[in-house]
């Protein structure tokens, strides 16, 4: 395993359009999060997953979208009826619940762009 | 909430030189981790250096060091002896250690590396 992978690594839609990113962390990893990085700026929490439980949803994630982790394993995060306020770089990282070092490890990441 | 400031936007070092990176942050925890994360262009953010608040020791990691003050809230990062390779973005953030361990970005600064 060499790391957090995502899919796509990029994908443009039209609005009104739902697309779907997917995460798989690094296999040990217990702990999964999603971010959202626009341009020039720092990442910002949408939401994190220990095993398939989702703990913590961010007031930024809107109800059109929603982020699943079914078998505790990968995630998927989809965007329905994408807005072009949608375009970014969407981030997933991995972690390991009760590391002494508090360290996340990110994927690449997904960049949307809406027309 | 806690909140992470980097005030600077962009800094340029020569090569071989030295530069340091701001970072202040606002928590109310005593305990809690620090990191510099960098961000290469288009690619994945990886860690350079990690402080705990209850060490008073500053952190060192080859040719990147931090200066953390904790009664200011205080985080720089120093790197010396700089490289081309250094060039990117670079993130401050905080992670409390209990169980809401989601990591608090800064805005970013960018790092250009003069040859």
């Known amino acids: 395993d060499t790391g957090v992978s995502q899919d796509p690594r990029h994908k443009i839609t039209k609005r009104g359009q739902n697309v779907t990113f997917r995460c798989d962390p690094i296999s040990e990893h217990n702990r999964l999060y999603w971010y959202r990085q626009t341009l020039g700026q720092g990442p910002e929490f949408l939401t994190y997953f220990q095993n398939e439980a989702q703990l913590e949803k961010s007031r930024l994630l809107s109800d059109r979208f929603s982020a699943e982790r079914p078998k505790g394993s990968f995630s998927t995060l989809e965007i329905q009826r994408t807005e072009q306020g949608d375009s970014a770089m969407y981030l997933c990282?991995?972690?390991?619940?009760?590391?002494?070092?508090?360290?996340?490890?990110f994927g690449e990441g997904s960049r949307l762009t809406v027309l | 909430a806690q909140t992470v400031t980097q005030s600077q936007p962009e800094m340029s070092v020569q090569e071989a030189e030295t530069v340091t990176l701001s970072c202040t942050y606002d928590?109310?925890?005593?305990?809690?981790?620090l990191f510099w994360y960098k961000q290469p262009p288009s690619r994945q953010m990886i860690l350079v250096i990690r402080q705990e608040a209850y060490k008073q020791q500053n952190a060192t990691e080859n040719r990147f060091s931090v200066n953390f003050q904790k009664a200011a809230k205080s985080f720089s990062l120093k790197i010396s002896d700089s490289q081309l390779g250094d060039a990117a973005m670079y993130f401050c953030a905080y992670r409390d250690t209990g169980a809401n361990s989601k990591l608090t970005f800064g805005k970013g600064i960018t790092l250009s590396v003069r040859p």
């Open positions: 928590t109310s925890e005593s305990d809690y981790y």
């Open positions: 990282a991995s972690s390991l619940h009760n590391a002494n070092t508090g360290e996340l490890f």
